[in-house]
């Protein structure tokens, strides 16, 4: 563990709390792991444009998903896994279901690893 924070939801907004915690991390092909509590699209962008990878549960109102995502979402028998990519190919979104439903972002792009 290099950097945490306690967050008490009224403070920050997510996105200033993860820009604090990585800001000593920034443009170094760090890859970072997050909880549900931290983890959103946004913060997964966010973290793309600073080179800085990143991975984690992800809450399912922070997904911002399109209807039929939804619809495909909630079709998921036991055991069924969907897998989705953003259309620049940057981000990885896999839902699956065990006894419930499970969210996962995960950061895919190959540019936080190429040598300046």
């Not at 109102?61 to 897998?83: C, D, P, S």
């Not at 839902?95 to 972002?105: E, N």
């Amino acid at each position: 563990m290099l950097n945490w924070s306690i967050h008490d939801g009224k403070s920050k907004n997510l996105i200033s709390i993860v820009e604090d915690l990585i800001n000593p991390f920034k443009d170094k092909s760090y890859i970072v792991s997050m909880d549900r509590f931290y983890n959103s699209i946004d913060v997964i962008q966010y973290l793309s444009r600073t080179k800085v990878g990143a991975y984690g549960a992800v809450m399912k109102n922070r997904a911002k998903m399109t209807e039929n995502m939804q619809n495909e979402i909630n079709a998921l028998e036991k055991h069924e896994t969907l897998f989705y990519v953003s259309s620049d190919h940057n981000i990885l979104f896999t839902i699956w279901r065990a006894t419930q439903k499970s969210f996962i972002f995960c950061q895919i792009s190959v540019k936080i690893y190429e040598e300046k």
